[in-house]
């Protein structure tokens, strides 16, 4: 089993930064992807950044490319989410999600763990 616990959310004006972490515990070795998802109310939950643990390949929503940051500190088994450029539209309960084995991305069902989540709120 591998526990996931995010933090970092908050209140920020749109224009400002924040960053997200999710720090693993349990069996992290068997992590082979961690991403951020998050979801709004009233909408579905859908995928914003990747990081591999091989290769530290990353892959990100096109909603996010060039403002949002994902990384690891592996020797911490945590993963981070830097949001720059911060949009009211942002405004979501941001998860963090890790899985063993091959993952479609995008797809939260592929995913086996879950973080409880972090609510991140952009005033405009």
């Known amino acids: 089993q591998v526990q996931l616990v995010e933090s970092g959310g908050g209140l920020v004006q749109a224009g400002g930064s924040l960053r997200l972490s999710c720090a693993a515990s349990?069996?992290?070795?068997?992590?082979?992807?961690t991403a951020w998802f998050r979801q709004a109310p009233g909408r579905e939950r859908e995928f914003v950044a990747a990081?591999?643990?091989?290769?530290?390949?990353?892959n990100y929503a096109d909603s996010v490319k060039g403002r949002f940051t994902i990384s690891r500190d592996s020797a911490n088994n945590t993963v981070y989410l830097q949001m720059n450029s911060l949009k009211p539209e942002d405004t979501a309960n941001y998860y963090c999600?890790?899985?063993?084995?091959?993952?479609?991305?995008?797809?939260?069902?592929?995913?086996?763990?879950w973080g409880q989540g972090t609510q991140v709120t952009v005033s405009s």
């Open positions: 990081i591999r643990s091989s290769g530290g390949s990353t």
């Open positions: 999600a890790s899985d063993p084995g091959s993952v479609r991305l995008a797809i939260p069902r592929d995913y086996n763990y």
């Open positions: 349990g069996r992290t070795f068997r992590i082979s992807t």
